[in-house]
């Protein structure tokens, strides 16, 4: 797989602008929803492997204007409460996964 780059991991990951995804593995990704661990550098060089989830939200929703500031309707993705069902997940994989990404970006991790 091609290395992509921070723009392109970006848009894969939308996590906060003061962070910088450096890869990721996706658990569910759907056309409405992401969730994902991603591994993130903060501005001081900081590396964490965390656990987002994301919706598709309407822009303006919560104000109930069903439009943008552009006069037409957008959507965006928006950080969502982890709050999900895991009975479909594969945890095992998750586990390995979670661990190889941490391995791969330098992320100390406790281990067991």
């Known amino acids: 797989m091609p290395k992509l780059t921070t723009e392109q991991l970006r848009e894969l990951y939308p996590v906060a602008q003061v962070y910088t995804p450096l890869g990721g593995y996706d658990i569910q990704r759907t056309s409405r929803r992401i969730t994902a661990l991603v591994v993130v550098e903060d501005e001081r060089g900081g590396r964490d492997l965390r656990f987002y989830s994301w919706l598709k939200k309407r ?22 409460l982890a709050r999900n069902s895991v009975v ?14 941490a391995k791969k970006y330098n992320v100390k991790m406790d281990d067991f």
Do not use: C, F, M, P
Not at 73 to 79: E, L
Not at 88 to 101: C, F, S, V
């Open 59 to 80: 822009t303006g929703q919560q104000d109930g204007d069903d439009e943008s500031e552009s006069g037409k309707a957008g959507y965006r993705w928006k950080v969502d």
């Open 88 to 101: 479909h997940w594969n945890l095992r994989e998750l586990a390995i996964q979670g661990n190889r990404l």
